[in-house]
């Protein structure tokens, strides 16, 4: 007797992929909008597939990684053009490796802005130090806000 290998019958809600994947319904539409995803019909509610469950997981990594919503759907769209998904994997792969080479400059002009930053810091605490050290511990007051601020910590009092 055979394996079904099919895929199961499953459906979602969408509120119950919102809730799975963190997203808002209104991204779900926007991604429906778009053409990414689509779902069917009970009368006004959306009804998706578990076909719909795996764009939507690739639509979502795409996203993380930076692509476009066009480059991931002219990704998905070649899934329906070639079932084997021998031309999807060949456009992923150039497209991945376009996105690391964009993501690898990214972070060489951070780590350049971060190092800028560094050196004026240096010069300026070094000026005040030696025309105003009274303002320095309020400098480091300031950094301290700051960093509270960038990590989450809570509102400060002025």
Known sequence: MPMDLRRPARTYT??????EFKCTPRALRFYEDKGLLNPARDGMNRVYSYRDRGRLVLILRGKRVGLSLSEIGEILDLY?????????????????????????????DID???????????????????????????????????????????????
């Open 112 to 158: 350049d802005a971060i190092a800028q930053l560094q050196s004026g810091i240096s010069t300026m605490e070094k000026r005040l130090s030696e025309t105003r050290p009274d303002l320095l511990p309020r400098a480091a007051d300031y950094d301290q806000v700051l960093r509270r601020q960038l990590d989450g910590v809570g509102h400060t009092e002025a």
């Open 14 to 19: 969408i509120r119950q992929l919102c809730l």
């Open 80 to 108: 329906e053009a070639d079932e084997n998904g021998a031309q999807q994997a060949a456009k992923s792969l150039r497209k991945f490796k376009e996105r690391i080479v964009a993501l690898e400059q990214q972070k060489k």
